[in-house]
């Protein structure tokens, strides 16, 4: 089985701009969950979507939002990027949700100049 | 007060030697724990996971949870210098806004 795939790997942005990850799941899992990892705050959770619904979020602003498809790919988007953007998204998939072993893509390492 | 709380590291230990990993959490609703290791520059992969009070035990790992004292351990049997790595506690807020909550990780160096 093919694990979860993540595109791109890197992106360069700049300020005010925005900014959409995509990520394919393993087959079979309905849920996909995005991470922003950094140096400073660690990991932390974004959102989780299930059969194309959002089912919880973290405390992040509503420039991050994101999107789940019928075939269980999500896409994650940021607007109005800024400097603290810059990160390393991880998206991550599962079977039923969050509450059991997530399998995490390689994430997309985004730098805002 | 921050959610889920990990012992600072770096943390050293001889191969062969036990490694003790703690973390803590705040949300007494709290329902489900997990272990993450991350080596540098990779993904995070799921060594253990615990929902109810006690040991679990899985090869050189155990994992232990109390939920009175609000806490959560990783022991590693055995270091290996395989096992040097970061180890991510990650906790699973109960409730309708449900979310998983990481600490920011212990980072583990086995000398061999």
Known sequence: ???????????????????????????????????????????????EYFSET????????????????SNSRSEMNVST??????????CASSQQGINEKLFFGSGTQLSVL | QKEVEQNSGPLSVPEGAIASLNCTYSDRGSQSFFWYRQYSGKSPELIMSIYSNGDKEDGRF?????????????????????????YLCAVNSGGSNYKLTFGKGTLLTVNP
Do not use: M
Not at chain 1, 54 to 69: A, D, H, L, T, Y
Not at chain 2, 63 to 85: E, G, M
């Open chain 1, 54 to 69: 959002q089912r919880n979020k973290g405390n992040f602003p509503g420039r991050f939002s994101g999107r789940q498809f």
């Open chain 2, 62 to 86: 155990t994992a232990q949870l109390n939920k009175a004292s609000q806490y959560v351990s990783l022991l590693i049997r055995d270091s290996q210098p395989s096992d040097s790595a970061t």
């Open chain 1, 1 to 47: 089985k093919a694990g979860v795939t993540q595109t791109p790997r890197y992106l360069i942005k700049t300020r005010g701009q925005q900014v959409t990850l995509s990520c394919s799941p393993i087959s079979g899992h309905r849920s996909v969950s995005w991470y922003q990892q950094t140096p400073g705050q660690g990991l932390q959770f974004l959102f």
């Open chain 1, 81 to 90: 990027l800024e400097l603290g953007d810059s990160a390393l998204y991880l």
